[in-house]
Protein backbone atom coordinates (compact mmCIF):
# COMPACT_ATOMS: atom_id res chain seq x y z
CA UNK A 1 0.00 0.00 0.00
CA UNK A 2 1.42 3.09 -1.12
CA UNK A 3 2.02 6.62 1.38
CA UNK A 4 -1.33 7.94 -0.60
CA UNK A 5 -3.17 4.98 -0.01
CA UNK A 6 -2.63 4.72 3.56
CA UNK A 7 -3.17 8.48 3.81
CA UNK A 8 -6.90 8.29 2.01
CA UNK A 9 -7.55 5.20 3.85
CA UNK A 10 -6.62 7.03 7.41
CA UNK A 11 -8.61 10.05 6.16
CA UNK A 12 -11.66 7.65 5.24
CA UNK A 13 -11.10 6.03 9.33
CA UNK A 14 -11.34 9.78 10.63
CA UNK A 15 -14.08 10.76 8.88
CA UNK A 16 -15.82 7.33 9.62
CA UNK A 17 -14.81 8.13 13.44
CA UNK A 18 -16.28 11.83 13.33
CA UNK A 19 -19.54 10.66 11.67
CA UNK A 20 -20.53 8.44 14.04
CA UNK A 21 -18.97 10.47 17.38
CA UNK A 22 -21.69 13.06 15.97
CA UNK A 23 -24.20 10.57 15.25
CA UNK A 24 -23.39 9.34 18.89
CA UNK A 25 -23.98 12.81 20.29
CA UNK A 26 -26.94 13.65 18.15
CA UNK A 27 -28.19 10.18 19.88
CA UNK A 28 -27.47 11.69 23.38
CA UNK A 29 -28.55 14.96 22.87
CA UNK A 30 -32.37 13.35 21.63
CA UNK A 31 -32.41 11.15 24.93
CA UNK A 32 -31.29 14.11 26.96
CA UNK A 33 -34.46 15.92 25.40
CA UNK A 34 -36.70 13.08 25.82
CA UNK A 35 -35.76 12.48 29.51
CA UNK A 36 -35.64 16.29 30.20
CA UNK A 37 -39.01 16.49 28.31
CA UNK A 38 -40.74 13.59 30.55
CA UNK A 39 -39.62 15.59 33.45
CA UNK A 40 -41.21 18.45 32.76
CA UNK A 41 -44.30 16.64 31.57
CA UNK A 42 -44.03 14.83 35.30
CA UNK A 43 -43.71 18.08 37.18
CA UNK A 44 -46.33 19.95 35.32
CA UNK A 45 -49.03 17.10 35.85
CA UNK A 46 -47.93 17.28 39.39
CA UNK A 47 -48.34 21.08 39.07
CA UNK A 48 -51.70 20.73 37.38
CA UNK A 49 -53.22 17.94 39.79
CA UNK A 50 -51.66 20.26 43.15
CA UNK A 51 -53.37 23.25 42.03
CA UNK A 52 -56.55 21.74 41.37
CA UNK A 53 -56.12 20.38 44.50
CA UNK A 54 -55.97 23.43 46.06
CA UNK A 55 -58.51 25.55 44.29
CA UNK A 56 -60.75 22.75 44.84
CA UNK A 57 -60.31 23.41 48.56
CA UNK A 58 -60.71 26.59 48.46
CA UNK A 59 -64.17 26.29 46.69
CA UNK A 60 -65.11 24.01 49.50
CA UNK A 61 -63.87 26.35 51.78
CA UNK A 62 -65.87 29.21 50.65
CA UNK A 63 -68.80 26.97 49.88
CA UNK A 64 -69.05 26.03 53.33
CA UNK A 65 -68.76 29.89 54.92
CA UNK A 66 -71.34 30.20 52.37
CA UNK A 67 -73.39 27.71 53.33
CA UNK A 68 -73.12 28.42 57.04
CA UNK A 69 -73.66 32.24 56.59
CA UNK A 70 -77.09 31.15 54.52
CA UNK A 71 -78.63 29.00 57.81
CA UNK A 72 -77.55 31.54 60.15
CA UNK A 73 -79.75 34.12 57.71
CA UNK A 74 -82.52 31.16 57.73
CA UNK A 75 -82.75 30.97 61.29
CA UNK A 76 -83.01 34.38 61.70
CA UNK A 77 -86.01 34.71 59.79
CA UNK A 78 -87.68 31.74 61.15
CA UNK A 79 -87.19 32.92 64.54
CA UNK A 80 -87.93 36.89 63.32
CA UNK A 81 -91.28 35.39 61.73
CA UNK A 82 -91.90 33.34 64.89
CA UNK A 83 -91.42 36.47 66.99
CA UNK A 84 -94.02 38.39 64.88
CA UNK A 85 -96.78 35.67 65.20
CA UNK A 86 -95.88 35.59 68.97
CA UNK A 87 -96.52 39.49 69.19
CA UNK A 88 -99.86 40.06 66.61
CA UNK A 89 -101.21 36.65 68.92
CA UNK A 90 -100.42 38.68 72.21
CA UNK A 91 -101.32 41.99 71.09
CA UNK A 92 -105.03 40.08 70.47
CA UNK A 93 -105.07 38.24 73.33
CA UNK A 94 -104.46 41.41 75.62
CA UNK A 95 -102.20 39.07 77.62
CA UNK A 96 -99.94 42.32 78.44
CA UNK A 97 -99.80 46.43 77.39
CA UNK A 98 -98.92 46.38 73.72
CA UNK A 99 -96.74 48.78 74.67
CA UNK A 100 -94.84 46.18 76.92
CA UNK A 101 -95.12 43.83 74.34
CA UNK A 102 -93.37 45.43 71.57
CA UNK A 103 -90.76 47.03 73.81
CA UNK A 104 -89.67 42.88 74.65
CA UNK A 105 -90.11 42.04 71.09
CA UNK A 106 -87.75 44.93 70.30
CA UNK A 107 -85.39 43.37 72.51
CA UNK A 108 -86.08 39.55 71.06
CA UNK A 109 -85.10 41.34 67.57
CA UNK A 110 -81.72 42.98 68.90
CA UNK A 111 -80.79 39.50 70.11
CA UNK A 112 -81.92 37.52 66.75
CA UNK A 113 -79.59 39.98 65.27
CA UNK A 114 -77.03 40.03 67.48
CA UNK A 115 -76.92 36.21 67.36
CA UNK A 116 -76.90 36.04 63.47
CA UNK A 117 -74.39 38.55 63.58
CA UNK A 118 -71.95 35.89 65.72
CA UNK A 119 -72.99 32.93 63.42
CA UNK A 120 -71.85 34.96 60.08
CA UNK A 121 -68.38 36.19 62.66
CA UNK A 122 -67.91 32.87 63.21
CA UNK A 123 -68.15 31.04 59.36
CA UNK A 124 -65.97 34.13 58.58
CA UNK A 125 -63.05 33.18 61.12
CA UNK A 126 -63.78 29.21 60.58
CA UNK A 127 -63.00 29.80 56.65
CA UNK A 128 -59.88 32.36 57.51
CA UNK A 129 -58.70 29.03 60.00
CA UNK A 130 -59.23 26.90 56.90
CA UNK A 131 -57.55 29.18 54.46
CA UNK A 132 -54.91 29.57 56.75
CA UNK A 133 -54.11 25.79 56.49
CA UNK A 134 -54.21 25.48 52.84
CA UNK A 135 -51.95 28.55 52.33
CA UNK A 136 -48.96 25.87 53.45
CA UNK A 137 -50.73 23.68 49.97
CA UNK A 138 -50.52 27.07 48.78
CA UNK A 139 -46.89 28.04 49.44
CA UNK A 140 -45.73 24.91 48.25
CA UNK A 141 -47.69 24.87 44.64
CA UNK A 142 -45.67 28.26 44.11
CA UNK A 143 -42.13 26.68 44.98
CA UNK A 144 -43.22 23.46 42.61
CA UNK A 145 -44.27 26.51 39.82
CA UNK A 146 -40.71 27.96 40.44
CA UNK A 147 -38.78 24.44 40.52
CA UNK A 148 -40.72 23.91 36.87
CA UNK A 149 -39.63 27.19 35.60
CA UNK A 150 -36.63 26.47 36.63
CA UNK A 151 -36.23 22.81 35.12
CA UNK A 152 -37.40 24.30 31.79
CA UNK A 153 -34.86 27.25 31.95
CA UNK A 154 -32.24 24.64 32.34
CA UNK A 155 -33.45 22.32 30.16
CA UNK A 156 -33.51 24.63 27.45
CA UNK A 157 -29.81 26.37 27.91
CA UNK A 158 -28.34 22.56 28.25
CA UNK A 159 -29.95 21.37 25.02
CA UNK A 160 -29.41 24.80 22.85
CA UNK A 161 -25.74 24.12 24.12
CA UNK A 162 -25.62 20.28 22.79
CA UNK A 163 -27.27 21.56 20.02
CA UNK A 164 -24.55 24.21 19.29
CA UNK A 165 -21.37 21.77 19.99
CA UNK A 166 -23.28 19.31 17.65
CA UNK A 167 -23.37 22.08 14.67
CA UNK A 168 -19.81 23.50 15.49
CA UNK A 169 -19.12 19.68 14.60
CA UNK A 170 -20.55 18.99 12.05
CA UNK A 171 -19.23 22.12 10.06
CA UNK A 172 -15.72 21.06 11.99
CA UNK A 173 -16.32 17.72 10.01
CA UNK A 174 -17.68 19.34 6.87
CA UNK A 175 -14.82 21.64 6.40
CA UNK A 176 -12.05 18.89 7.24
CA UNK A 177 -13.36 16.42 4.85
CA UNK A 178 -15.89 18.15 2.82
CA UNK A 179 -19.52 17.38 1.89
CA UNK A 180 -19.19 14.07 0.09
Same mark, same amino acid.
Given at each position: ?14 ? %? ?22 ? $? ?12 ? !? ?19 ? +????? $?? $???? *? ?6 ? #? ?13 ? =? ?19 ? @??? +??? /??? =? *? ?12 ? %?? #???? /? !??? /? ?8 ? @???? /???
Amino acid at each position: MSDEEKKSFKEKVDE %KKESSKIKREERILKMEEKKSSAK $IKREEKKLAKKQEM !TERKLEAHINLADIRVDEALD +DADLA $IS $ILSE *EVDLDIAN #GIAPADLILFKASNI =LEEIFLRTQLRIQMAKNELIA @NLQ +DDL /GDA =L *ELAMLEENVAELKE %KT #GHVI /G !TLE /GKIATEKDEF @NEKY /GDE
